[in-house]
């Protein structure tokens, strides 16, 4: 079932159960959560309350007068919207509720980002006919959304699509290569390689959380298959080793040090960034406090030994290149078309270009993907983006450091002038929704049985026009 179709399914789950008929279901329903809410976390016990109640459930659906007549279609997306709405209730009371899921997490993500450094496809075994990195970015960022939603299916279908985009890209390559058809031995390894690549947020917890809460008649067929590929890849990750990626054991160690190395660099350097920002922004104008950072950076490369291998010079192998302490000053200063046509060759040849673009989640994203709770992060992304712009610009010494032609700057500033009160409000209005379910869960909380039922089904609408997803909800 298609996200659109669900979506309908939703909403006409929600205006069913405001009919006066439905009045037992929505105590029902009420009823459930409360009590849900008030025990101790236990995953077993959760699980199965979950599962018993969905089932009691849409067997009750099935012989109320409210579906008489329906579908099997419309009975499946009464039973979606069912499942979606009370797992939206549950999230922060399910969702890596135990610290040992959370333990897991932390290890599991550590070790992605660390085996990520160095990992080719032919450590997994997979055949040059098969290898197209460029295309399995697609499958990384479908994977990569999985910690923006909250019901179980909507989780699921992130899974789904990253094991689609791969199913598809082997089954062309084999057709181009006159071969068989790709079959799990080698769909596997490439799966392995792009969850590796993408390093989910969380993946322990969300495979848990839809092992655990989605609805088991339909975890089946193709869902079920891919599903337990992905649970697959996790556990191999899990215990990867040299022997795992055919290689010897000292250069696995070497390899995990050096990204170690490499990480802890780029932490630090970070950290040493933002202390110099958070102590001279107060006392330092603008241009002083870019001048400062630019020291601070020249001033470490100074302390450097001159004959110590980059970090990306020790991963490929390639020559060290030192310079003649006589050699000339350089005095041409690089254009900023210049800087860009190099940066674009750099990023084509980066093995790990995917990475580049996770702190700009909305680089991939079509019109139909934005909500106008979108806008307000859209706005402080494109401030940040024409900030650092003009000062590279001003820095370069470029004359015109305009984003936009100066045709379009004025038309554009006047319309987003005229729809600035009109957006506030909506992102307002949607915030103060959104809030009543994110947060974090902080132990067995009581909630009150005479809370009013259309208190709850507004809001679990409005995350279905949202997609579901899940803002500030992670732990």
């Given at each position: 079932m298609e996200n659109t179709d669900v979506f309908l399914g939703l909403h006409d789950?929600?205006?069913?159960?405001?009919?006066?008929?439905?009045?037992?279901?929505?105590?029902?329903?009420?009823?459930?959560?409360?009590?849900?809410?008030?025990?101790?976390?236990?995953?077993?016990?959760?699980?199965?309350?979950?599962?018993?109640?969905?089932?009691?459930?849409?067997?009750?659906?099935?012989?109320?007068?409210?579906?008489?007549?329906?579908?099997?279609?419309?009975?499946?997306?009464?039973?979606?919207?069912?499942?979606?709405?009370?797992?939206?209730?549950?999230f922060t009371r399910v969702f890596a509720s135990l610290p040992d899921d959370v333990k897991c997490d932390e290890e599991l993500n550590e070790k992605m980002a660390l085996v990520q450094q160095f990992i080719r496809p032919e450590n997994l075994d997979i055949t040059t006919n098969f290898q197209n990195e460029t295309s399995w970015l697609l499958a990384q960022k479908e994977l990569q959304k999985i910690?923006?939603?909250?019901?179980?299916?909507?989780?699921?279908?992130?899974?789904?699509?990253?094991?689609?985009?791969?199913?598809?890209?082997?089954?062309?390559?084999?057709?181009?290569?006159?071969?068989?058809?790709?079959?799990?031995?080698?769909?596997?390894?490439?799966?392995?390689?792009?969850?590796?690549?993408?390093?989910?947020?969380?993946?322990?917890?969300?495979?848990?959380?839809?092992?655990?809460?989605?609805?088991?008649?339909?975890?089946?067929?193709?869902?079920?298959?891919?599903?337990?590929?992905?649970?697959?890849?996790?556990?191999?990750?899990?215990?990867?080793?040299?022997?795992?990626?055919?290689?010897?054991?000292?250069?696995?160690?070497?390899?995990?040090?050096?990204?170690?190395?490499?990480?802890?660099?780029?932490?630090?350097?970070?950290?040493?960034?933002?202390?110099?920002n958070d102590q001279n922004a107060v006392h330092l104008p603008r241009e002083q406090l870019i001048d400062s950072k630019h020291q601070a950076l020249n001033s470490k490369k100074e302390k450097e030994p001159v004959n110590q291998p980059k970090s990306s010079e020790r991963k490929s192998g390639s020559k060290k290149v030192t310079f003649a302490k006589d050699q000339a000053p350089i005095t041409k200063v690089p254009s900023l078309s210049e800087l860009e046509n190099k940066g674009a060759t750099m990023l084509l040849k980066e093995d790990k270009a995917s990475q580049v673009f996770q702190e700009y989640p909305y680089l991939f994203a079509n019109v139909g993907d934005l909500t106008v709770s979108d806008i307000e992060d859209l706005l402080n992304n494109y401030k940040q983006l024409a900030f650092k712009y003009v000062c590279l610009s001003k820095g370069l010494g470029s004359t015109s450091p305009s984003l936009i032609s100066s045709n379009l700057h004025t038309p554009v500033l006047d319309h987003a002038e005229t729809v600035k009160e009109t957006e506030d409000q909506k992102i307002a209005e949607l915030k103060d929704e959104s809030d009543k379910d994110t947060g974090t869960y902080d132990g067995p909380k009581s909630v009150s049985v005479s809370e009013d039922v259309e208190s709850h089904l507004p809001q679990v609408e409005a995350d279905a026009h949202q997609g579901g997803k899940n803002d500030g909800t992670s732990q």
């Amino acid at each position: 079932m298609e996200n659109t179709d669900v979506f309908l399914g939703l909403h006409d789950f929600l205006e069913r159960m405001r009919q006066p008929s439905a009045a037992d279901f929505v105590k029902s329903i009420k009823s459930f959560i409360v009590s849900f809410s008030n025990n101790a976390p236990d995953p077993e016990r959760d699980s199965a309350a979950v599962q018993e109640f969905l089932a009691n459930m849409e067997a009750a659906f099935r012989a109320h007068p409210l579906w008489a007549g329906c579908s099997e279609e419309e009975l499946d997306s009464a039973g979606e919207g069912l499942e979606k709405y009370v797992m939206t209730k549950l999230f922060t009371r399910v969702f890596a509720s135990l610290p040992d899921d959370v333990k897991c997490d932390e290890e599991l993500n550590e070790k992605m980002a660390l085996v990520q450094q160095f990992i080719r496809p032919e450590n997994l075994d997979i055949t040059t006919n098969f290898q197209n990195e460029t295309s399995w970015l697609l499958a990384q960022k479908e994977l990569q959304k999985i910690n923006m939603y909250k019901a179980p299916r909507d989780k699921l279908l992130c899974i789904l699509s990253c094991c689609k985009v791969i199913n598809n890209l082997l089954f062309n390559a084999s057709i181009a290569s006159n071969e068989n058809p790709p079959g799990a031995d080698e769909f596997l390894p490439v799966l392995i390689y792009v969850t590796i690549k993408a390093n989910p947020p969380q993946l322990h917890s969300n495979l848990l959380y839809i092992q655990r809460y989605r609805s088991q008649s339909r975890l089946v067929a193709e869902a079920a298959y891919f599903f337990t590929n992905m649970l697959s890849a996790e556990s191999f990750i899990s215990n990867i080793d040299a022997k795992s990626l055919s290689m010897e054991e000292s250069e696995f160690q070497n390899n995990m040090e050096s990204a170690l190395a490499l990480l802890s660099g780029l932490s630090t350097d970070m950290d040493g960034l933002s202390n110099l920002n958070d102590q001279n922004a107060v006392h330092l104008p603008r241009e002083q406090l870019i001048d400062s950072k630019h020291q601070a950076l020249n001033s470490k490369k100074e302390k450097e030994p001159v004959n110590q291998p980059k970090s990306s010079e020790r991963k490929s192998g390639s020559k060290k290149v030192t310079f003649a302490k006589d050699q000339a000053p350089i005095t041409k200063v690089p254009s900023l078309s210049e800087l860009e046509n190099k940066g674009a060759t750099m990023l084509l040849k980066e093995d790990k270009a995917s990475q580049v673009f996770q702190e700009y989640p909305y680089l991939f994203a079509n019109v139909g993907d934005l909500t106008v709770s979108d806008i307000e992060d859209l706005l402080n992304n494109y401030k940040q983006l024409a900030f650092k712009y003009v000062c590279l610009s001003k820095g370069l010494g470029s004359t015109s450091p305009s984003l936009i032609s100066s045709n379009l700057h004025t038309p554009v500033l006047d319309h987003a002038e005229t729809v600035k009160e009109t957006e506030d409000q909506k992102i307002a209005e949607l915030k103060d929704e959104s809030d009543k379910d994110t947060g974090t869960y902080d132990g067995p909380k009581s909630v009150s049985v005479s809370e009013d039922v259309e208190s709850h089904l507004p809001q679990v609408e409005a995350d279905a026009h949202q997609g579901g997803k899940n803002d500030g909800t992670s732990q």
